[in-house]
């Protein structure tokens, strides 16, 4: 009986060493624009590193929850919504490492102008991401949790919406390469999407939670 | 003795206890299948094991329902009256309908006592109907309650999901189990029970330590055929329960069956009232239940609790119409096949029991307010013929069924002789005082040719003290009684 629960404790501690990393990974990534915004390249191309790092474990770890899942037929009922939620963070995850990728492939012109703003979008995107990983913690054991998180994230969501929405209103204003204007648009898109994608998995989380008593 | 006909008539038993094995597997592991927590091959081996656990271990010989509605004493007649309630049982499984196998054999008797002319005790029937109404209704009440109650205990306490799957499955497993060995114990009587007085196995001794006795083999026998029984079809009528009629998670699926457990164990068990009663606490009436209604019942009274749009009410009223086509299809079945069986097969479906109105009959129905003046005629007349004597009765005046039913069961005889050497063997202090033994020895080879005549015998010779109202004392009185009569009957069947 002891083993029975030893496994199950296992899966647990293993649950929320994914969702640690994917907290630690919207750190990386925060530390990561502001770097790129102050021209810190080192700094910045080590912070990418560190978040690719991060994926790949997070990935590692997600599949093995989800073999043990199905094989030892474990929350029959609600295994497909745990999986489905923990996917859509991995996707969250590969979302913002894929953002570094690019900053640090494509190299955009970020004007001096912008950096307060990008520094406002990536951590409202960020604190989406949390709330969100809150969230999902909450569904295990505090369900009656989850409605507060999902509130946060819906909220967090329209602000990054706003100061992206601000940032190429700028960008479009300025007196730029059309170009350099496309790209700055990209990179606001890039970010916002992590909000966007937060948005989504609250969408399940809301959905599987009320699915567990009701 | 027995021979190739007996184990012919008592495979009837063996496909009754099969059927009802198939009919009921999803009353203790359904919800662990169809929710998934429990894979149905290990259900199966569990509820199996401990079904034959419960029917050898905890079977009792017939249950007093049987005895009560009509004692058939012929093995052609339990062969027909077990094949009738397998045929409506296995119907009902085939229609993917859960039922009730007691109230199916209940069915069955009736039939058989039509055939045979016997009188019917109208309160066994009654308790059929009001088994349909109460089941449920405390089951759903209970079910209602454990889930609002289950659902606080999980949000209050913080559980982790993981660590409430665990639990749920564990406790998926043990009610399981235990309602298992439960179903085994209440309901072998009804496959087998009708067998029990045709000596099939012989009592056999493992080195002289302990005795495997007769009944215990063919309780075994009766409980493997219900544990093949879920093996082999059990999964039919898990389907419309699990999934037709309300979809079933693994909390509610434990919901389900705790509910039903407790409920059967509080209204139905002998053993707590004694121990309620033992310990000076208030006892719980007894209501006759049916396993099967209450898992429906709890199951309505979880949907309640959660949404009550999510129950199919469509699956439910078919399957309570399956409630009462199996107990009358169960009896016209057995009608017919007592019908064959008598005239096609020439097989005695049962041996006639004598009757016999005495004045000491006479006194005692009078004295129960039944008029007997225009009965007086057939004192000390004889009856070998059920329907005759009825019909006699009926001529002489209108007596109601219950009335008829008394004097059937006060005209009965069953005749008793007191044997010192049985009491010196068998009855012992400090159960029996001293001077009971002895007024007992003294009166050695006397006969009795009426059970109440025999009772009233043992009542003024203060062998039994009256019943004083106090349910304890009247319950050790009447295992007293019948233990009484056990030993000093005379045993009227010897084939």
């Known amino acids: ?214 | 003795m027995f021979d190739i006909s007996t184990w012919f008539f008592i495979t009837s038993g063996l496909f009754l206890g099969w059927s009802l094995g198939a009919n009921h597997a999803v009353n203790v592991f359904g919800t662990a299948v169809v929710s998934k927590m429990v894979k149905f091959r290990t259900a199966a081996i569990i509820g199996g094991i401990f079904v034959i656990l419960g029917s050898v271990l905890s079977g009792s010989g017939t249950t007093k329902t049987i005895s009560e509605l009509g004692p058939i004493n012929a093995i052609a007649g339990s062969f027909s009256v077990a094949l009738a309630v397998g045929i409506a049982v296995t119907a009902m499984t085939r229609a993917k309908l859960p039922v009730s196998t007691s109230q199916a054999v209940i069915g069955a008797i009736i039939g058989w006592n039509i055939f045979t002319g016997s009188p019917t005790d109208l309160g066994s029937l009654s308790k059929i109907v009001s088994s349909w109404v109460a089941s449920p209704l405390v089951a759903g009440i209970f079910g209602y309650l454990i889930f609002i109650f289950l659902k606080n205990t999980v949000l209050k306490w913080k559980i982790h999901l993981l660590d409430l799957d665990n639990y749920t499955r564990i406790g998926l497993i043990v009610v399981g189990a235990l309602a298992s060995y439960s179903l085994g114990a209440n309901n072998i009587a009804n496959v087998m029970g009708m067998f029990v007085f045709v000596s099939l196995f012989k009592d056999f001794n493992i080195a002289g330590v302990f005795t495997i006795t007769g009944v215990h083999q063919l309780f075994f026998l009766g409980g493997l055929a219900i544990a093949i029984g879920i093996f082999t079809y059990g999964r039919n009528v898990m389907e419309t329960v699990g999934n037709d009629l309300y979809k079933i998670s693994p909390l509610t699926g434990f919901v389900v069956v705790l509910a039903e457990f407790l409920v059967l164990m509080l209204f139905t068990s002998v053993t707590l009232e004694a121990f309620l009663l033992q310990n000076g606490l208030p006892s719980i009436p007894l209501v006759p239940l049916s396993t099967t209604q209450a898992f429906i019942g709890a199951i309505l009274g979880v949907g309640l609790a959660k949404d009550p749009h999510s129950i199919n009410f469509k699956v439910l009223g078919k399957i309570a119409i399956g409630w009462v086509v199996a107990p009358v299809s169960a009896g016209l079945i057995a009608f017919i096949s007592l019908f064959f069986i008598q005239n096609v097969f020439e097989q005695k479906i049962y041996y006639p029991v004598p009757y016999e109105i005495s004045q000491f009959v006479l006194t005692q129905v009078d004295q129960d307010g039944i008029p007997v003046q225009h009965i007086r005629d057939l004192t000390s007349k004889r009856f070998t013929n059920k329907k005759i004597m009825r019909n006699e009765l009926l001529k002489r005046d209108n007596f109601t069924n219950a009335q008829i039913y008394t004097i059937f069961q006060y005209a009965i005889i069953d005749s008793f002789r007191i044997d010192s050497t049985a009491v010196r063997l068998r009855l012992a202090h400090p159960v029996f005082s001293g001077e009971q033994i002895t007024t007992l020895i003294g009166d050695h080879g006397r006969i009795f040719r009426h059970k109440i005549e025999f009772d009233s015998y043992l009542r003024k010779e203060k062998i039994l003290d009256e019943t004083i109202g106090n349910k304890l004392l009247d319950k050790q009185l009447e295992e007293r009684q019948l233990y009484l009569e056990q030993i000093f009957r005379i045993t009227k069947i010897n084939n």
């Open chain 1, 1 to 214: 009986m002891s083993l029975f629960f030893k496994k199950t404790l296992q899966l647990e501690t293993q649950i929320d060493e994914y969702l640690d990393l994917v907290i630690k990974g919207g750190l990386v990534f925060r530390q990561g624009i502001k770097c790129y915004l102050d021209h810190q390249t080192e700094e910045f191309e080590n912070y990418l590193k560190d978040l690719r790092r991060i994926e790949e474990q997070a990935d590692d770890l997600r599949r093995n929850v989800e073999i043990i899942l199905y094989t030892r037929t474990l929350i029959p009922e609600a295994r497909g919504d745990v999986l489905g939620l923990m996917e859509s963070c991995d996707k969250a995850l590969n979302i913002t490492a894929e953002t570094l990728l690019e900053l640090s492939v494509e190299i955009p012109n970020i004007p001096l102008t912008h950096r307060q703003d990008f520094l406002d979008l990536s951590e409202s995107s960020i604190a989406c991401l949390e709330n969100t990983v809150s969230g999902i913690r909450s569904y295990f054991k505090n369900i009656d949790a989850v409605r507060d998180y999902v509130t946060k994230v819906q909220f967090y969501k329209k602000e990054t919406n706003k100061i992206a929405e601000k940032i190429k209103r700028l960008a479009f204003r300025a007196d730029d390469e059309l170009s350099q204007k496309i790209h700055i648009r990209y990179v606001t898109f890039h970010i916002e999407r992590i909000a966007e994608q937060s948005e989504d998995i609250c969408d399940r989380l809301a959905i599987s939670s009320i699915k567990r008593f009701e």
